[in-house]
């Protein structure tokens, strides 16, 4: 018997070119696969250097935080592309296969869910169906302080004036925007010489937010190129649902401070 190429053999590259099962014979379903199991491996990817970027900041190295947080975005960018790729797909080639997917619906994806977690996006509503579902990836994930709430509490070590019961808080419960956090970010732009690694890691933080954003907003922008008005998979509201969570922002004091800078 031949030994398979240990390139094969250590990433088990033939077990994962056998998880493609179409249900169609549309011409279009195949790609439409291999681009969701690429986006699933990229949710955890981003997961695990955002979690790296979690204990760096709860070991106080806002340096290696600013590190794994830049390399979160990379793959971030990778993540949008995969919508680029999406597009090519024309309105009737998504309409020939999608009645197979029945109920099948991205948002019901764990790495998903547990990326939203680690970003700070916890409403009850969510927690509550993840305590339901018991996934161990997510359950983990709300069992931990999100990666903002690892961010202020390394700024109230280290002096700023952050708010007690930011400091806190159950890990499980949402994040809600607040003008007291948003004086501390205020007052580190103002003094960015005085407070250098503060701004670098706000900066850092920022990137992560919006490439989750640009995420979002290509992500509405194919499915109105492909669905039109249609509802969408999972029982979701296709496009008017994902318009409404685009105006979502992770870390919102990062963004409502800017007004009065």
Known sequence: MNRAPEYVSYARMDELHELQHPRSEARGELNFILLSHVKELLFRAVTDD?????HALEDDDAAAACLALSRAVRTQRVLVACWESMNGMSADEFAAFR???????GVQSFAYRALEFIMGNRPSGQVEEAFRQGHPTVLAELARPSVYDAALRHLARRGFEVPADFVNRPPEQQHEEDPR????WLEIYRHPDRHRDAHRLAECLTEVAYQFSHWRATHLLVVERMLGG???TGGSDGAAWLRTINEHRFFPELWTFRTRL
């Open 99 to 105: 009645h197979v997917l029945g109920d099948a619906s």
């Open 50 to 54: 955002l979690d790296t970027a979690r």
């Open 181 to 184: 956090v948003e004086d501390v």
């Open 230 to 232: 249609k509802s969408g």
